[in-house]
């Protein structure tokens, strides 16, 4: 999980870059990883939001898709090689 950074149940749908998604970048980097290794969705919700999907099911797959929707809209659109945060 990513100790002092607030996650937020639903990841921005701007049509920019937020601040939010300055401060997700590696957790973006890291769903994109796991995505493309295949990794069990459930371990990796566990392992980056801290969510149990035996216990909250419903909110651990939206959590999961809306953020790697992000990650997605982030990466098609060049943002994540960017380091600064928007202004």
Request: negative net charge.
């Given at each position: 999980m990513?100790?002092?950074?607030n996650l937020a149940?639903?990841?921005?749908?701007?049509d920019k870059l937020t601040e939010y998604d300055a401060q997700h970048r590696t957790l973006y980097l890291?769903?994109?990883d796991a995505e493309r290794q295949k990794l069990n969705w459930e371990d990796?919700?566990?392992a980056l939001f801290d969510i149990d999907p035996k216990r909250e099911l419903g909110r651990a797959?939206?959590?999961?898709?809306?953020?790697?929707?992000?990650?997605?809209?982030i990466a098609e659109n060049g943002?994540?090689?960017?380091?600064?945060?928007?202004?």
């Open positions: 990513f100790q002092g950074i149940d639903e990841a921005p749908s701007d890291r769903l994109l990796v919700v566990q797959r939206r959590v999961l898709e809306s953020h790697l929707v992000r990650a997605h809209w943002f994540l090689t960017q380091a600064e945060a928007p202004s």
